[in-house]
């Protein structure tokens, strides 16, 4: 017997989901052009107009937002409802300094939690479990997304949010946990801290929601052999709500998409052309009922295929491939958005100059992440003065990015510089 958190909309006819769809876009789009001035502008400078749009066959005709608009207009520029009307903010990295806020409605928050329940159920989950919730707590999703899942399906939720390992595995055994959400590397993490202690035999999980990261089927695997579970992936993004966007079922062959809220296109990422089903391109979002923050056409960047081949489990909702790449040069650190141009912005507000390298790694489960930037011509090279400026450049990268890089001062002029494009990140992890 299958179990859905909402088999109507879970499990629906095309034809009715196509109609849901048309009905929330219209809406939305009348929603949006009203309440937001800067899409509105962005909607007259393409020459489109609300009655243009007569279903979801001409959305081609609007025009997309990316993470650009959103530094732009930050940080009330998207809003669509009065200030009154919202509860909550998340945020996550941007392109350079500015964070990405989105807002929320109580409404868009139920609505997100719903999504997250959905995929507790798709994992098997009841208010018989007691589900940990390892995700870090705060500005970013994880965490309350999958605690507000936790609560709707109405498991005992364990709020542990992220790190503190030795907490985490003490709770996990005497609460005797059925679930785990976290990272993909932080489950492999807690995994082998838990064999060093030899407690594999008290530990209870029968399920893990993984996702925030890129991990493969090998990672996969490894995981559901350590932990002794079923391990399913999550996907999901700030700007459009948090996790649950998609979520794995018992099938794991992809992640069903909450299409009833967000609508999903595979555009080529290159002239922005929609690409017929099935074409691997750059998954698009459009929110249909989102209140507060509701984005038309906005660019994930994540690389991925869409499939609707029937599911075994009996849901109807399309299923996406896990991201094959993404069409930017973001990288997921631990878990954290980290954009290139974030680490260049701070150093070059240090008075360096734009010689430097990014070297990302994967050790013992845990991603490494170290700048190497050549010292200013006319800094002392003595060890003090070289390891007080690392320390300076330290803290300044880690209230940017919000985690810690090992920074490396190394000889001026000792970067190679390159004839084309300067290859500035090196990611030594096999990700995809
Ligand atoms: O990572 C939301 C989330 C939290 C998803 C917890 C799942 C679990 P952001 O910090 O805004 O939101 O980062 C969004 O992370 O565009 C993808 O590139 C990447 N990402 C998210 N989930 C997955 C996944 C959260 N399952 C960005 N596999 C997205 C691969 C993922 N990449």
Known sequence: MHKYYQPHEETMSRDEMRALQNEKFLKQVKHVYD??????????????????????????????????????????????????????????SGTTGKRVVAFYT???????????????????????????????????????????????????????????????????????????????????YLAEAIEEKGLRDQIKLRAGIFGAEAWTQEMRRELEKKLGIKAYDIYGLTEISGPGVSFECEEQTGMHICEDHFYPEIIDPETGEVLPEGSKGELVFTSLDKEAFPLLRYRTKDICVLSRKPCSCGRTLVKMSKPLGRSDDMLIIRGVNVFPSQIETVLLNHGYEPNYQILVDRVNNTDTLDVNVERKADMASDLDTVKSAERKLVSALRSMLGITANVHLVEPKSITRSEGKAVRVIDKRKLY
Not at 37 to 56: A, C, F, N, T
Not at 76 to 92: F, K, N, W
Request: glycine share 10%.
């Open 106 to 188: 109580q409404e868009d928050l139920d609505i997100w939690e719903e999504c997250c329940a959905r995929a507790i159920v798709a994992a098997g989950g009841d208010n018989s479990d007691v589900v940990q919730v390892s995700y870090g707590y705060g500005l970013f999703t994880g965490g309350p997304g999958l605690d507000g899942g936790s609560h709707k399906v109405g498991c005992l939720t364990i709020p542990t949010s992220s790190g503190n390992t030795d907490r985490q595995i003490q709770f996990m055994v005497d609460l005797q946990a059925t679930f785990l959400c976290c990272t993909p590397s932080y489950a492999m």
């Open 35 to 92: 309440n937001v001035p800067y899409y509105r502008k962005k909607m007259e400078e393409k020459g489109v107009k609300p009655e243009d749009i007569k279903s979801l066959d001409d959305i081609h005709l609007l025009p997309f937002l990316t993470k650009e608009d959103l530094r732009i207009a930050y940080p009330y520029g998207l809003l669509a409802t009065p200030l009154e009307r919202c509860v909550r903010i998340q945020s996550t």
